[in-house]
């Protein structure tokens, strides 16, 4: 009996309707927010397509973020041996699923955290960024300064 051969893998993954909705969406509110802050005006901060508007809607929160049709390309390119999908199924789902996580993430905290440890944690953060050991001196001033030196090696 001959060994079967291996199934060539078929992309299954495709765009996430909701992922490029909530990114169009976050683009044209980084937009927005520019021109008013541009004019002194004032500016709104990002809500998402799909909200319905209610900080108290806790399930409601998630609406926006519904990462169902990624999790279903990811289960459909791994699930099947003999019709599997490819690597990049796997990445890309990944991506788009964990990126409307954080997005969820964020957003929840912004509408469900109390003020003071807001700004406590704010302050937390500044105080950090302001550190000599901080990123802005670590990931920034210092990361130059060694791809300097590597670039004044002699080759």
């Given at each position: 009996?001959?060994?079967?051969?291996?199934?060539?893998?078929?992309?299954?993954?495709?765009?996430?309707?909701?992922f490029?909705?909530?990114?169009?969406?976050?683009?044209?509110?980084?937009?927005?927010?520019?021109?008013?802050?541009?004019?002194?005006?004032?500016?709104?901060?990002?809500?998402?397509?799909?909200?319905?508007?209610?900080?108290?809607d806790?399930?409601?929160?998630?609406?926006?973020?519904?990462?169902?049709?990624?999790?279903?390309?990811?289960?459909?390119a791994?699930?099947?041996?003999?019709?599997?999908?490819?690597?990049?199924?796997?990445?890309?789902?990944?991506?788009?699923?964990?990126?409307?996580?954080i997005?969820?993430?964020?957003?929840?905290?912004?509408?469900?955290?109390?003020?003071?440890?807001?700004?406590?944690?704010?302050?937390?953060?500044?105080?950090?960024?302001?550190?000599?050991?901080?990123p802005?001196?670590?990931?920034?001033?210092?990361?130059?300064?060694?791809?300097?030196?590597?670039?004044?090696?002699?080759?």
């Amino acid at each position: 009996m001959p060994a079967k051969s291996p199934a060539t893998p078929k992309s299954k993954a495709n765009m996430d309707p909701n992922f490029e909705k909530q990114f169009r969406r976050l683009k044209k509110s980084a937009k927005d927010q520019h021109e008013q802050g541009k004019k002194g005006g004032q500016v709104k901060q990002f809500r998402p397509e799909g909200w319905n508007g209610d900080p108290f809607d806790y399930e409601g929160l998630s609406e926006p973020f519904n990462r169902d049709k990624a999790n279903d390309d990811l289960v459909a390119a791994i699930s099947d041996g003999d019709a599997p999908g490819t690597t990049g199924d796997v990445v890309v789902c990944s991506v788009m699923i964990n990126q409307l996580s954080i997005m969820e993430r964020a957003f929840r905290v912004r509408h469900t955290m109390r003020r003071c440890r807001a700004q406590a944690q704010q302050l937390g953060r500044q105080r950090g960024h302001g550190d000599d050991k901080g990123p802005f001196i670590q990931l920034g001033v210092e990361y130059a300064r060694a791809l300097l030196k590597q670039a004044k090696k002699a080759q």
